[in-house]
């Protein structure tokens, strides 16, 4: 089936460092996904952060970049410059825009960003 | 600003008791879902409805089902709880077609 798979469960950075999240999916019953990352702040409701529906685009948002790279199957989340409030949960997720339309999350990382 | 509303923030029950979550959204949404989110964190559909059709995941045992009075309202009602459900259950809500949901703080379960 599709998955999506986040290989770190918890990532710590110090304030100012660059970070990179990673994330790779398995989309074989979907020809095109279009590929998220959400973001759950302390005590806050799961929210969009970034979208991207094209192969080969990148996605911005807050500091935050991703692109989505179909010949790696990945879509990496990078900041250049972290601060201690990006402090969050980060999912990856897919879904099948000619299909469903249900979201296929993944485990999810802690960062944690040190002062 | 919160637009997904979820009662209780969190519930301890017994095992076999029934129990009913609430989710209310305000954004004009007309379709909502259920998730689970288990020890693992991993997040996993249950249901998706709007008031044309409930989508079921198969994976989802029968004592769950949802309720809904309107379009900007979806519970969530498990008929007799075992250990197994003790999770976060995630309410969200899009409009139909569209992948970009919005989500509820969550409702913790706690079966003992």
């Known amino acids: 089936g599709d998955s999506v798979t986040q290989t770190e469960g918890q990532v710590t950075v110090s304030e100012s460092k660059s970070l990179i999240i990673n994330c790779t999916y398995s989309?074989?019953?979907?020809?095109?996904?279009?590929l998220f990352w959400y973001v759950r702040y302390p005590g806050e409701g799961l929210q969009l952060l970034l979208k991207v529906i094209t192969a080969g685009q990148k996605g911005s948002s807050r500091g935050f970049e991703a692109t989505y790279n179909k010949e790696t199957t990945s879509f990496h989340l990078q900041k250049a410059s972290v601060q201690e409030s990006d402090s969050a949960v980060y999912y990856c997720a897919l879904s099948d825009p000619s299909g469903s339309w249900q979201l296929i999350f993944g485990s999810g990382t802690q960062l944690t960003v040190m002062p | 600003e919160t637009a997904v509303f979820q009662t209780p923030n969190y519930h301890v029950t017994q095992v076999g008791n029934e129990v009913s979550f609430n989710c209310k959204q305000t954004l004009g949404h007309d379709t909502m879902y259920w998730y689970k989110q288990d020890s693992k964190k991993l997040l996993k559909i249950m249901f998706s409805?709007?008031?044309?059709?409930?989508?079921v995941n198969e994976t989802v045992p029968r004592r769950f089902s949802p309720q809904s009075s309107d379009k900007a309202h979806l519970n969530l009602r498990i008929k007799s709880v075992e250990p197994e459900d003790s999770a976060v259950y995630l309410c969200a809500s899009s409009y139909w077609g569209r992948d970009e949901q919005y989500f509820g703080p969550g409702t913790r379960l706690t079966v003992l």
């Open positions: 409805y709007n008031n044309k059709q409930l989508i």
């Open positions: 989309a074989t019953s979907i020809a095109y996904p279009n």
